[in-house]
């Protein structure tokens, strides 16, 4: 038997904490969790940059079934300014990602004054590098869901061929 939507909440938000790079908060279904695992000013080796990256881990709770379901959305932007003899450009996008995925990033690079924020906090200094796994923030939830007894919620052909 599942625990009540409290409960299992709770146990979500009990997984914040200064050593982890994300935070949840509830909801009326389950709890949101935040991540931004890059936000790198004056990346680029030659001229000024902007790198930004997020992620949110959405978990929706149903304590009638025992069953959770998760929703992710993914975000990156990046401008870029270069200049030479000839000129100056601006460039710059934004993709965002929205469904399930399992994904690691490790990315670094060299700035003429880079600045970084991680998890430490914000750094100065002539290289950026940002880590992200999508594991890290879910085991912990899955973990947490079902010592409170839920278990992940079938899709069509689950349900179909269970």
């Given at each position: 038997?599942?625990?009540?939507?409290?409960?299992?909440?709770?146990?979500?938000?009990?997984?914040?904490?200064?050593?982890?790079?994300?935070e949840?908060?509830?909801?009326?279904?389950?709890?949101?969790?935040?991540?931004?695992?890059?936000?790198?000013?004056?990346?680029?080796?030659?001229?000024?940059?902007?790198?930004?990256?997020?992620?949110?881990?959405?978990?929706?709770?149903?304590?009638?079934?025992?069953?959770?379901?998760?929703?992710?959305q993914?975000?990156q932007?990046?401008?870029?300014?270069?200049?030479?003899?000839?000129?100056?450009?601006?460039?710059?996008?934004?993709?965002?990602?929205?469904?399930?995925?399992?994904?690691?990033?490790?990315?670094?690079?060299a700035?003429?004054?880079?600045?970084?924020?991680?998890?430490?906090?914000?750094?100065?200094?002539?290289?950026?590098?940002?880590?992200?796994?999508?594991?890290?923030?879910?085991?912990?939830?899955?973990?947490?869901?079902?010592?409170?007894?839920?278990?992940?919620?079938?899709?069509?052909?689950?349900?179909?061929?269970?």
């Open positions: 038997m599942a625990e009540p939507l409290e409960s299992a909440q709770q146990r979500i938000l009990s997984l914040n904490g200064p050593d982890v790079p994300y949840f908060t509830p909801t009326a279904t389950g709890a949101v969790g935040r991540w931004k695992y890059a936000d790198v000013k004056w990346a680029a080796f030659t001229g000024a940059g902007l790198i930004d990256a997020s992620y949110v881990l959405t978990v929706t709770l149903d304590p009638a079934d025992g069953t959770w379901e998760f929703d992710e993914d975000t932007s990046s401008v870029k300014v270069s200049g030479g003899a000839g000129g100056f450009g601006i460039s710059g996008g934004t993709s965002t990602f929205k469904g399930h995925q399992t994904r690691t990033t490790k990315t670094w690079g700035g003429t004054a880079a600045s970084t924020t991680d998890r430490q906090g914000e750094h100065l200094g002539n290289t950026y590098g940002y880590s992200f796994s999508t594991s890290e923030i879910k085991d912990p939830v899955v973990a947490a869901l079902e010592a409170a007894g839920y278990s992940k919620k079938k899709g069509f052909f689950g349900r179909l061929f269970s």
